[in-house]
């Protein structure tokens, strides 16, 4: 019989397959999304060089204290980490939803950090 994959042992194998197209280069890094529970954290990676650029998560100090939904606190980190990897000169990446659906909280940052000026 065969044994049942769990949720996050499912989303795992969906993110190795999904790293074998996407690559961070350091024209164009990788904006790579986490979402837990609560929380959602996002990068700006230059897998070439092995270093991240910019980060933001919904556990800094200037949006811990940020009410409103999930959804709304992923916009402001997309909002930020589009901020930070512009003032660090990036302005394109390729976007790494690391196996998770583009959908809600993933979708907001996105779509937040497209509107603040990064191209992807």
């Known amino acids: 019989m065969a044994q049942a994959t ?10 190795a397959r999904i ?8 024209p164009r ?3 790579a999304v ?4 609560n929380q959602i954290y ?5 897998d ?6 910019a980060a933001a998560s919904s556990l800094e100090k200037e949006l811990r204290s940020a009410k409103g939904t999930k959804t709304e606190r ?3 980190v997309g909002t930020l980490v589009a901020q930070r ?15 998770f659906r583009y959908h809600g909280r993933v979708k907001s940052l996105a779509e937040a950090a497209r509107e603040a000026g990064l191209d992807f």
């Open 34 to 37: 986490f979402r837990s529970l």
């Open 6 to 15: 769990s949720r996050t042992a499912a989303r795992h194998k969906r993110h």
């Open 42 to 46: 996002a990068q700006v990676i230059d």
């Open 85 to 99: 990897a512009k003032a660090a000169g990036v302005e394109r990446v390729v976007f790494d939803r690391a196996g």
């Open 48 to 53: 070439a060089a092995g270093r991240t650029i």
């Open 74 to 76: 992923a916009k402001a």
């Open 29 to 31: 890094p990788r904006l």
């Open 19 to 26: 790293r074998l197209t996407v690559e961070g280069t350091a």
